[in-house]
């Protein structure tokens, strides 16, 4: 019995100095104090077109001494907040304008370290094929988040369903319509889940990304989509102070470089632009 206890302690002993060795070795920390920090990036992105995109660049990372690990998420407000929590080191899924009232709102500091392409939001509808099929009373649904919300309503007063009392106005919402001749009937999703509820509805607006990954061709499914002036490009974003930094530098100049243009312009087909 001796023997035996003494075996189990040597035992534990062993697995115990195994995991001692595993945890040095950990070089995914972002925090400058392993040798990969001064090359490594921890980049949060969206599904589709953002981790397609990345992937796509990554010949181009390793040219530049990067080492780009990807981090996938499903929403439009954990990317910012893990970059401010210090989960991922930059992101790559949203707007300017998104950006700014989403760090307003949560009294956070992230910049933008360049544009990279432009999603233009599109109306689409699997119960009409034209705007002019709409209805009296036909519902809409709309992104809720505040800078989406607007660009959807601006998108609808410029397909000539609404009227708003002024367009120039940075916090559009429904209470802002002046003239709804067909009583569109207006509710709001989250951005990421439009796509997914769009069946239920008469028309939705839809981000190009989230309408793509759900099977949906903006240039031949939409009934109207945004201008390719739009000036809602995506964006690279860090933490502020961070913006400087050679290996993000590195990084926005694989995501503005030729082959970055190229792949988005083959792979897209004009369903998205590069905004540089």
Do not use: W
């Amino acid at each position: 019995m001796k023997k035996l206890f003494l075996l189990i302690v040597t035992i534990a002993l062993v697995f115990a100095g195994c995991k001692g060795n595993d945890s040095t070795k950990d070089t995914t920390t972002t925090d400058g104090g392993n040798e990969s920090a001064d090359n490594k990036i921890i980049l949060g992105v969206s599904p589709v077109p953002h981790a397609e995109i990345t992937e796509a660049l990554k010949d181009e990372f390793k040219k530049e001494g990067l080492e780009v690990e990807v981090k996938v998420f499903d929403d439009y407000v954990q990317p910012n907040l893990a970059l401010d929590q210090g989960d991922i080191d930059a992101n790559f899924y949203q707007h300017l304008p998104y950006l700014e009232n989403f760090c307003k709102e949560r009294n956070i500091d992230l910049v933008s370290i360049g544009k990279v392409h432009i999603e233009p939001i599109g109306i689409y509808s699997d119960k009409i094929k034209s705007l002019d099929e709409l209805n009296d009373g036909d519902s809409v649904l709309i992104p809720s988040d505040p800078t989406n919300g607007r660009r959807a309503l601006l998108l609808l007063e410029k397909a000539g369903l609404i009227t708003l009392t002024d367009n120039t106005k940075e916090d559009l919402t429904e209470k802002d319509i002046k003239d709804n001749p067909k009583n569109l009937k207006f509710s709001a999703a989250d951005p990421a889940n439009v796509a997914n509820l769009y069946k239920d509805v008469t028309i939705a607006a839809i981000n190009t990304n989230f309408a793509l990954g759900a099977g949906l061709n903006p240039s031949k499914d939409s009934l109207f989509l945004e201008d390719k002036d739009s000036p809602y490009a995506n964006i690279i974003v860090v933490k502020k102070g961070n913006e400087n930094q050679e290996k993000f530098q590195k990084l926005m100049k694989v995501f503005n470089s030729e082959a970055c243009k190229k792949f988005i312009e083959e792979k897209y087909n004009g369903e998205i632009y590069p905004a540089f």
